[in-house]
C-alpha cells in the first residue's frame, strides 16, 4: 500500500467548502467566518442585526479569496431558525459545515434571578437552537457525504461548561450566570447525543469549550475588571485570539478530521485549571 498524500495543503484543505456560522457578525462567530474566507469557503454568516452583518461582511471580504453574504434571523426560537434554514435553502442545495455559534448568557443575583430572560432565552439561543439548526439542515449536511468527506457540524460550548462556578468577574460583582453553564454543558451531552444519531449519515458532530474570547459576552468582564486579571492567571499568559479559533475550526471541518466525532475540546490555555483564582464564588 502506497503512502496517501499527507501535505498540509491537502490535510487542512477547506477551499470551496460551503459554511454556515450563526452568531456570525461578532467575536468568536466572526473570527471563524474569516478564517474559512481567507481560506476559499463560501461563507454565510447569520444574526439578528442587518447593519452589523453588513460591516462584518465588509471585513471579512477584505481578506477573503472565498465568498462572504448574510442571513438576518434570530434563533430564539424554532420558527427564528426554520427561517434561517429556509433563507439557505433559497441560496444552496449543500451545506458542508454548519457552526451553531449564537449565544447568550445572563447574569443576576442568586436569589433574584428572571426566568424568561435568565432561563427560558439563555436555553432557548444555546440549547434549542443548536437541535433545530441541525436537525432542519441535516438533509444538506448529508447530500452526497461519506466517510471520507462528510459533512460537519460544530457547536460552540464554552470552558464554562466544565467549571462549577457561575460567580466570576465576567459578572457584576453579587451577580451569577446561574443558567449559563448548565446550558453549556447541555451543548456538551447534545453534541454527543448527535454525533451518534448522525453518524450513520455522514456526519461528524463536535464542540468547541473556549475560555476567554474577546466578544461581547466578555466585554463587561474584561473592561471592568482589566486584561491584566485573566492573562495573570493564564497558564499561557494571554486569552484567545482569532488564529486560536479558526485554526480549530478549520481542522475540524477539513479532511484532517473526517474521522473525528463527539469530541469536545477545550480552548481556553489552560484556563479551566486555574480559573477559581479570578472568580468572586464568596461574594454571594
Known amino acids: 500500500m502506497s503512502t496517501p498524500n499527507l501535505k498540509v495543503p491537502t490535510l487542512f484543505d477547506v477551499q470551496g467548502k460551503i459554511v454556515l456560522v450563526t452568531g456570525g457578525s461578532s467575536g468568536i462567530g466572526k473570527m471563524v467566518a474569516a478564517g474559512f474566507a481567507q481560506n476559499g469557503a463560501k461563507v454565510y454568516i447569520a444574526s439578528r442585526k442587518e447593519s452589523q452583518l453588513k460591516e462584518a461582511v465588509a471585513e471579512i471580504r477584505r481578506g477573503a479569496t472565498g465568498s462572504v453574504d448574510y442571513i438576518v434571523g ?8 426554520d427561517a434561517i434554514i ?19 448568557t445572563w447574569g443576576a443575583p442568586y436569589d433574584d434571578f428572571p426566568e424568561e430572560k435568565g432561563w427560558d432565552n439563555v436555553f432557548n439561543v444555546n440549547v434549542k437552537a443548536t437541535f433545530y439548526m441541525t436537525v432542519g439542515l441535516t438533509d444538506l449536511l448529508s447530500k452526497d457525504s461519506n466517510s471520507y468527506d462528510p459533512g460537519r457540524v460544530i457547536n460552540v460550548s464554552s470552558v464554562a461548561s466544565v ?3 457561575a460567580q466570576t468577574v465576567l459578572a457584576a460583582k453579587g451577580n451569577g450566570t446561574w ?12 453534541t454527543t447525543v448527535l454525533a451518534l444519531k448522525l453518524g450513520p449519515k455522514q456526519i461528524t458532530v463536535n464542540c468547541v469549550c473556549p475560555g476567554v474570547f474577546p466578544s461581547k459576552m466578555t466585554a463587561f468582564g474584561l473592561k471592568t475588571a482589566g486584561e491584566e486579571t485573566f492573562t495573570s492567571v493564564q497558564p499561557s499568559g494571554r486569552y484567545g485570539t482569532p488564529q486560536d479559533a479558526a485554526g480549530v475550526f478549520m481542522f475540524l471541518s477539513s479532511p484532517a478530521s473526517a474521522h473525528v466525532t463527539g469530541a469536545h475540546i477545550l480552548l481556553d490555555g489552560g484556563a479551566r485549571y486555574v480559573s477559581p483564582s479570578i472568580s468572586q464564588s464568596s461574594k454571594l
Open 74 to 81: 434570530n434563533v430564539g426560537s424554532k420558527a427564528g431558525c
Open 86 to 104: 429556509n433563507e439557505f435553502k433559497k441560496r444552496e442545495s449543500k451545506l458542508h459545515v454548519l457552526i451553531n455559534n449564537s449565544g447568550a
Open 163 to 165: 467549571s462549577p462556578d
Open 179 to 190: 443558567s449559563y453553564q448548565p446550558s453549556k454543558a447541555a451543548v456538551n451531552h447534545l
